[in-house]
């Protein structure tokens, strides 16, 4: 049993201190997905790896839930917190309060107009979730390869599935991704 997954069945047992004990052993490799994740992020990004880091932690280990199958399973459970915060931001960036269909105009550059990227997030979003109801796993891998930074490889590990299924899952859920949103982005401008 690795240390990570010992930690992982005290804290299920109710030892507290387990929890102090974890945050040093994950957060690097957290820093890293998180780091991975937001540089492929439009720019005008504000949300810092950092802060999606500890927001995910603080859910994980917060929450009441905390029955986790190993190391992988915690992992999937920090990629999906990771993926939940950074659509919650993106809505929050939508809200009019905050400027939803306004631009940001750089006077350096002539004018130049920067579209908010979240659009294009909450319809990935949006389809991701059509695609857990009719294929759960080839939407976690989505989740795990896109939102946490996860490689084929990894996403497999942590699922418990081939690389070749991984890879296969991968391919399908990003083509119908691609149809659902596009064809979203078709409606939208009717």
Known sequence: MTQITR???????????ATNELLPLVYDELRRLATQRLSTE?????????????????????????NWDGRGHFFAAAAEAMRRIIIENARRKQRIKRGRDQHRVDLKEDLLLIGPP???????????EQLATEDRQSAEVVKLKYFAGFTTQQAAEVLGIS???????WEYARTWLRLKVSDGDEKRTE
């Open 7 to 17: 930690i992982l069945s005290a804290m299920e047992q109710g030892n507290g201190q």
């Open 42 to 66: 439009k720019p005008g990004q504000t949300l810092q790896a950092t802060a999606l880091v500890h927001e995910a932690y603080v859910r994980l280990v917060g929450s009441e839930e905390q």
């Open 118 to 128: 979240a659009e294009d997030l909450l319809a990935l979003d949006e389809a991701l």
């Open 163 to 169: 690389v070749r299924t991984a890879y296969r899952d």
